[in-house]
């Protein structure tokens, strides 16, 4: 009934003409997840009974003629770290596997309010900590593309829900790349939103600081319907902003053309010759455009991740001190208090949180804290002036979203550096509270496979119209001229 093809605007089209039930909708979605999700594990959680439930109270509202809302009947997949009333949330964490959610995220409620269906809970990387969805207490995600690799992280289970068509759009969060990476890894559409412009009420918090909810979606008008649900102030997330929030415009003359910056530290011998060749041809079309491109600098971009790395596991560190066993979730009783406490945490935390939670203690500690987590700040505040600066130069930033293509299930568990070096394209956006979309751009042959490819274009700070108008006119183009 649906293709692979399909957009919200082509199945509210189905919708409005009859041409099919929501529930239809629904039981099409689930068959795919029956028949596909054995081999990629995108869901960790099929909420069958409740999708189908709204999906008859859709078709209640369609038959007596009710307002249509803006994602009405569109199905969704939700990342296991964001609160579903009554649905289990695991954050893909052995400590939290029981745990059910008590309420709606700010961006559930949206998306219901809406009209969204909720088909289920998708994989992650353990509290999204990772760049593969191989972290996850529950298993590993495989990548449509190619199961012998990983979908990227730690939206892994979102992006492959939405590359396979088992999702018509998803929901991830982004704290240094994990939806940009991962739709990059899938060949989707990924847009992490300026810090503050949604709501992180109700999304298990990993660090605090640089944590956004943001959507992927298999073309960019998709992503911008469900970015424009999602957006907004919240009483509930004093981080948040007015939906009307005007970004801070460039100074520029009058019949001055559009300027795209190519932060030359992005295109250095950590780029792979495939993906460099990819950027050149991505760089034709916004040229095409009538866009001027030019190389710019980013200085502080190779300490970027060093800061990340410091700032994310002080967060982590103390956002996990919550999980003892107590009150909710897992629980290993011992004779005393403390030793419940240490059993707990380290049967509940895998090995990679562990490990974040150990650094992140280290560099909030007394004697270290000066030397660490306060000159990271510092070097964050350096950071946020470069793109400052830049944005005083150009309109947006172009770059690749990931200096390789998927790699290997495997190929980089053994080594956390080398995991950790897949998000050094992300990660500066993210440390600076910046907009960022992943756009897919084609495939390129690595390995003796072909793999999807992403371009990552950013804005200056709450400008995600802007990005969404450009990102959106370089998809049409790319199809206009072939890529592949």
């Given at each position: 009934m649906l293709d692979e093809k399909y957009t919200i605007e082509d199945l509210h089209e189905g919708l409005k003409s009859k041409k099919f039930s929501a529930v239809e909708v629904v039981e099409n979605f689930l068959k795919r997840i029956e028949e596909k999700d054995k081999d990629i594990f995108s869901y960790l959680l099929v909420d069958k009974e409740g999708a189908l439930a709204q999906a008859r109270e859709t078709d209640k509202r369609l038959?007596?003629?009710?307002?249509?809302?803006?994602?009405?009947?569109?199905?969704?997949a939700i990342k296991d770290n964001i609160l579903v009333k009554d649905l289990r949330c695991t954050a893909g964490s052995k400590i939290l596997e029981n745990f059910i959610a008590p309420y709606d995220a700010t961006v559930i409620r949206k998306l219901k309010d809406a009209g969204a269906i909720?088909?289920?809970?998708?994989?992650?990387?353990?509290?999204?900590m990772g760049s593969s969805t191989e972290n996850s207490a529950f298993g590993l995600t495989h990548n449509p593309y190619d199961f012998d690799r990983v979908p990227g992280g730690s939206s892994g289970g979102s992006a492959a829900a939405t590359a396979s068509f088992q999702c018509l759009g998803a929901l991830g969060s982004d704290t240094g790349g994990s939806i940009r990476q991962p739709a990059s890894f899938c060949g989707v559409v990924?847009?992490?939103?300026?810090?503050?412009?949604?709501?992180?009420?109700?999304?298990?918090a990993m660090a605090s600081s640089l944590d956004q909810i943001g959507p992927f979606a298999n073309s960019v008008f998709d992503a911008r319907k469900i970015f424009n649900v999602l957006s907004g102030q919240d009483e509930l997330d004093s981080t948040t902003v007015p939906k009307n929030i005007k970004p801070e415009a460039r100074k520029k003359d009058k019949d001055e053309t559009l300027k795209i910056g190519l932060p030359k530290e992005y295109f250095s011998d950590n780029l792979h010759p495939q993906m460099r060749q990819k950027m050149n041809k991505a760089i034709e079309i916004f040229t095409k455009m009538g866009a001027e491109v030019k190389e710019i600098s980013l200085p502080t971009t190779d300490v970027s991740?060093?800061?990340?790395?410091?700032?994310?596991?002080?967060?982590?560190?103390?956002?996990?001190?919550?999980?003892?066993?107590?009150?909710?979730?897992?629980?290993?009783?011992?004779?005393?208090?403390?030793?419940?406490y240490l059993k707990t945490r380290k049967d509940g935390f895998g090995k990679e949180v562990r490990r974040r939670i150990f650094l992140g203690t280290y560099v909030l500690s007394a004697g270290y804290y000066d030397a660490y987590y306060l000159k990271a700040q510092k070097v964050r505040t350096k950071i946020i002036e470069d793109f400052k600066h830049a944005f005083s130069e150009v309109d947006f930033l172009l770059m690749p979203t990931t200096p390789t293509p998927a790699f290997k299930i495997g190929e980089m568990t053994k080594d956390p550096l080398s995991m950790y070096l897949a998000d050094i394209f992300t990660v500066p956006t993210s440390v600076a509270g910046l907009p960022a979309i992943s756009v897919p751009f084609g495939k390129v042959d690595y390995e003796n496979k072909s793999l999807p490819f992403g371009v990552q274009i950013i804005s200056r700070w709450f400008d995600e119209n802007s990005l969404l108008d450009l990102a959106e006119k370089f998809e049409q183009l790319s199809k206009i001229h072939p890529h592949t």
């Open positions: 038959s007596q003629n009710l307002d249509f809302r803006e994602l009405e009947g569109v199905v969704m909720i088909l289920g809970k998708t994989n992650l990387d353990e509290f999204a990924g847009l992490r939103p300026t810090y503050g412009r949604v709501s992180r009420f109700g999304a298990i991740l060093a800061t990340y790395y410091i700032l994310v596991p002080a967060e982590v560190s103390a956002n996990l001190a919550r999980y003892d066993g107590v009150k909710y979730g897992y629980c290993q009783k011992s004779e005393n208090l403390i030793e419940n």
